[in-house]
């Protein structure tokens, strides 16, 4: 018995471990960071390729200025002229980073932006936000809207600039998502790559202002063939943190690692993650006619369903097209095509149906349905009611046998 026992939870526990999804990171070297948090996505579809504590709440110091620049982008005009108030100058404190601004000091909202991208300018992120949403409070509204549109959820932002507050936090996934919203703008591309920006004399300043870059991923010691934009962030509470991304022969990657204890950890942690992202992964993809599915069932009806556009998707070198299995979903009156490896999800995509609405064929299932019961509910009640009736009468029955035997016996 015991062997039986033993043999039944051995099989059992196979079984349920084969059931557990399995991370890409599994199937390929193991990296071994610095820092706390960390992420690397596809740049154009969002597919996760590593992973590390990636919903955590944490202070992102100044890679807060990437959404700084995005919706000031969205919302602003390059020409646009800033006049820097006194809370905006002296609100940050003078030992934090700046570029001397004074209060009534005027300059374009696109030098004002090269600042807060080159130098991680705290008064100038602070004209920024005064100036597109006329309140530092106003501006930190509207970075939280588009934060959840990009579909940072776990975000909330108190400033413009990333210096430490107990309500200004994000997390790593949510600033990879951040991110891939912002390298979609040339402009933000150019100015989180540039090494060097001139802000001509102002009304208040006679000389011009030099900005250099001093991110080593752009240039220096760790520079990456393939940078295309990048921010750094320090702060004591918050540790290095940094935001970047490559692209190489058509992949665009996305990483970002978080409370890294030195700047050379955190710099060391963004290779490693582009290395693994372009050395370990194969790109895979799905054209439109591969998807179409002629004979999708939705309630008791079929349609067919398609896509106008395929889909690019990463997988470890080991695996290939062949290994990605496709399953769809329906729900909200949207269907969607699910690709998985090894029950882990890697991207989904939103299927159109044909003339067929996947709404009304549930409405008229559902009522066909109705229908149904309510037209048939007397068949059921007669049934058990005859049921009930012949089982009382073989009871009957056997008594009046069994009555009949023991008289006999007598």
Known sequence: MLKRLITFFTLFAVLFAATIPVALSATVPSLQLYSETAILIDGDTGQILFEQDIHRQMSPASITKVMTALVALEHGNMDDIITMSHDAVFSIGRRTSHIALTPGEELTLEDALYANAISSANDASNGIAEHIGDSKENFAAMMNQRAREAGALNTNFSNAHGLF???????????????MEAIRIPAFVT??????????????????????????????RYAYEGFIAGKTGFTTPSGHTLVTAARREG?????????????????????????YGFYEFTQISFMPEELVQEYFAIGNGTTTIFSDRGIGLLVPNQYSQEDVE?????????????????????GELEMQADSILPEN??????????????????????????????????????????????????
């Open 361 to 410: 064929i549930l409405v008229d299932a559902q009522t066909e349905l109705q229908d149904e019961a309510s037209s048939t509910w007397w068949i059921w009640l007669l049934g058990i009611v005859s049921g009930l009736l012949l089982l009382w009468g073989i009871v009957e029955l056997g008594y009046q046998i069994l009555k009949r035997w023991r008289h006999f016996r007598a």
């Open 326 to 346: 496709i399953s769809h979903t329906y729900e909200n009156g949207l269907v969607r095509a699910i690709f998985t490896l090894n029950s882990l999800v890697l």
């Open 165 to 179: 507050e107990e309500t200004h936090y994000t997390t790593a996934y949510d600033m990879a998502r951040i991110m």
């Open 251 to 275: 992949r665009t990657l996305i990483a970002v690692v978080m409370q890294a204890t030195s700047r050379h950890e955190s710099r060391r942690d963004a290779t490693a993650l582009f290395n």
């Open 191 to 220: 100015m989180f790559s540039t090494q060097r920006h001139d802000i001509p004399p102002t009304n208040k300043q006679a000389q011009t202002r030099h900005l250099w870059n001093t991110n080593t991923l752009l240039s220096g």
